[in-house]
């Protein structure tokens, strides 16, 4: 059996390809910390609504992925930190705890640690497997966000849901996308 096969099997997910150090562990983590915050300023406005369509979320969901559990939920509490310090890498150039979107925030925090334990579990090694992983972590994301949402701004839920979640479906289903032919290809090179 070859080592690529070995390393490519469930159990283990992209970042494990690397040699494993701790160094190689931080650089990861810092990484994945600093990709979402750059994808966070990639931001459209939506009218009505207090919460932009943000790469953020992909980042997050493609981190916890790579990353797997732990490393996903390390780098997404470094740049929930570092936002809430004063960083200015929250969606739109904005910091802080408290604000409308910081919901969602959370939100990806826990929704990197589940996509990465799936990925670990072969989550993210064909279309379909990674097509239900990205739709939980997104569904995770929402169910954190849009509750912090109506709480933040005094909607209700269903207000809520309309400017907080129905704006982004399509957004999210092009991200799904983009997930689902970036990391199985990934792991197809991977095997070779």
């Known amino acids: 059996m070859s080592t690529a096969a070995v390393s490519t099997r469930p159990g283990k997910v992209l ?3 690397l040699p494993a150090s701790r160094t190689r562990d931080i650089a990861l983590v810092l990484g ?3 990709l ?3 994808a966070a300023q990639i ?3 939506v009218p009505g609504s207090p919460v932009p369509v943000t790469g953020q979320t992909f980042a997050a969901l493609l981190v916890g992925t790579a990353l797997g559990a732990r490393r996903g939920f390390l780098s997404l509490a470094v740049y929930a930190l570092v936002g809430m310090a004063g960083m200015p890498w929250f969606a739109q150039g904005t910091s802080g705890a408290g604000g409308a979107s910081f919901g969602y925030v959370v939100g990806m925090l826990l929704a ?3 996509v990465g334990a799936l990925a670990r579990c072969g ?3 064909s279309v379909l497997r ?3 992983t990205m739709v939980l972590g997104s569904a995770i994301i929402y169910a954190v966000g849009v509750p912090y949402l109506a709480a933040a701004t005094g909607m209700t839920f269903t ?3 309309a400017a907080g979640l129905t704006p982004f479906l399509i957004g999210d289903a092009v991200k799904a996308a983009l997930a689902m032919g970036v990391l199985p290809t990934a792991w197809k090179f991977a095997d070779k």
Do not use: H, Y
Request: cysteine-free; proline content about 4%; overall charge negative.
């Open 32 to 34: 994945g910390a600093a």
């Open 15 to 17: 970042a494990d390809l």
């Open 130 to 132: 990674t097509a239900g």
């Open 36 to 38: 979402t915050g750059i």
């Open 112 to 114: 990197s640690t589940v």
């Open 123 to 125: 989550g993210d090694r």
């Open 43 to 45: 931001a459209v406005p």
């Open 159 to 161: 207000q809520a849901v």
